[in-house]
Structures are given as C-alpha cells and as structure tokens.
C-alpha cells in the first residue's frame, strides 16, 4: 500500500463527508477509494471512519489522525516543491470562483497577463454570486465580498468595494430625482427600489444610507430584486429603479451617461473583499502565485479602495 497515497485518499473521504463525492473529485473509481481506506485502518488496527448509507463521519481516532495527516502531507508537498523547484514555476490545475461583477471588470481583463507570468497553471475559473462549499467542490481559492461566514476559512483581505446609489437618466425623467433616501421609502413619491436578494436564503438587502450619526434602511416599495450582480446593473441600466452598485461597476456607466449618481452626500458601508481557501491544505505554489497576483490587481485599481 502506499502509505501517502492512502493518507491523501482518506483525508478527501473526511473532507467531502462520502466516499462517492471523494472519488469524483479525485477521479478515481470509489471501490480504489474504499479499499486504501480500508488498507489504512487495517495497517493501522483501528477504525476510522463510521460508515452510513449516505454519509461517513471520523472516529475519535479518525479525527486524530486526520488532523496530523494533514500536516505530514503538508510537509511532504513542501519538500517535494522545493526539491523540484516546482515553487520558482508554480504549475498545475487550479480551480478558483469568483463573483460575477468581479470576475468580467477585473479578472478576465487581466487573465492573459496572469497566464503569461504563469504559463504552466491551467485555471478553471468558476463564475457566480452564490456560496461555494470549498471542500465538497473542490475549489482551491474563492474571492468574495462580505464579512466570512465560516470561521474555518482562511482568509486574506485584498480590499473593499465602495457603494453609490445610482439610476438611470430615463427613470430620473419619468420619476423624478430624489433629494433624501427617505424619499425611496415613501411610496407617494412613485419611487422603487431595486434590491439584491441571496440565491439561498432568499433574504432581501435594504438600500443603505449613513450620514454622520443618521443611518437609514431602505426596502419598500421594491416591484423588483435580483440575485445576480451584473444582471442587478443592467436593471438599473434599464430603468427599472434606484439601486446601489460598487463605483466599481458604475464608473463606466457614469462616464457614459447611462447611470446618474444619487444622494452623494450619503455614504454606504464597504464590502471587505477577500482571497478564501481550506485551511487544511497548505497553501501551494499555484494558489499563493494567483493569490499575490488577485493583490496586485486590487492595490492597482483606485476604484478597489483598501
């Protein structure tokens, strides 16, 4: 048996919670998965892992184990790294996700410069706005905005997404433009407000508004919310309301004409905006290369404010 092999095997088994989730993310056959596990806990003499029909979970003696597995192994990607060099040319598949807004104005305009400096990493770059189980996915890093749910996650902030309140000039025709956020909560005004919802809790996000020691909530009436970024923008674009983006994303509908600036004397609370990926895996050359580039694209971009 081959003792790292197994090691790594009965890790992924821990980390997905099924042996059938393990082997597809390790694209090996489940019976080859469920033998080196068994091969282990007998070279071992104990148990492992308590085997159900859907799901595995870890022993006391598993979870023992699992945790100083995860360090060997560690330590053993680190010798083999710095033995071939494979740090000075960080190569290998590399799966990230990346919310939608971020994704189409900063990392794919800049995709070919990181692929030039890192021609041996091959990306397979995941694109939306809901949460991404990192470990049952088999995700190497994500870049999302707001505070971490999850403890667990190691985190790297790489900047902040400032907000504006924006619509566009065929609905400031047709509705008026506002003069206080109040105004957006009356609904004698005709306003509507446009707001973003969460693809799995389904929880509406009020417009927000702070001025001083004034802090305002904004969430009726509202005919319209969206879940995704960029859609969220082209229905502010489409005049279907006031609506708050990252300067960010209305910078070049501003500079164009197609989106007005609202309220400018109200300010909104910024969106931390960090580099994410599983803390029981030691950060490799390739993750620590796009992590350090995902930096530099953030310090680079006066609109990313630190």
Known sequence: MDQIQAMRIFARVVEAGTFTLAADTLQLPKATVTKHVQALEDRLK??????????????????????????????????????????????????????????RLLIIPHLAEFQSRYPDIQIDLGVSDRPVDLIGDNVDCVI??????????????????????????????????????????????????????ARVSARRYPLEFKQGDEYIEISTPSTLAVNE???????????????????????PHIARGELVRLLPEWTQVPLPVYVVYPPNSHLSAKVRAFVDWVVELFAADPLLQR
């Open 144 to 197: 999302r905005g707001g505070e971490l749910s999850d403890q667990s996650l190691v985190a790297r902030r790489v900047g902040n997404l400032d907000f504006i309140t924006v619509a566009s000039p065929d609905y400031l025709k047709r509705h008026g433009t506002p003069t206080h956020p109040r105004e957006l909560g009356d609904p004698g005004t005709g306003h509507n407000s446009v707001l973003y919802f």
């Open 46 to 103: 104990v148990k492992l892992l308590n085997r159900t029909t859907r799901r595995v979970t870890v022993t006391t003696d598993g979870a023992a184990y699992y945790d100083r597995a995860v360090r060997v192994l560690a330590d053993f990607d680190d010798l083999e790294a710095s033995m071939s060099q494979v740090r000075a040319t960080p190569r290998g598949r590399l799966r990230v996700d990346v919310g939608t807004s971020i994704a």
């Open 229 to 251: 970024s960029n859609a969220y923008t082209s229905v502010l674009l489409a005049g279907h309301g006031v609506g708050q983006i990252t300067t960010f994303q209305a910078h």
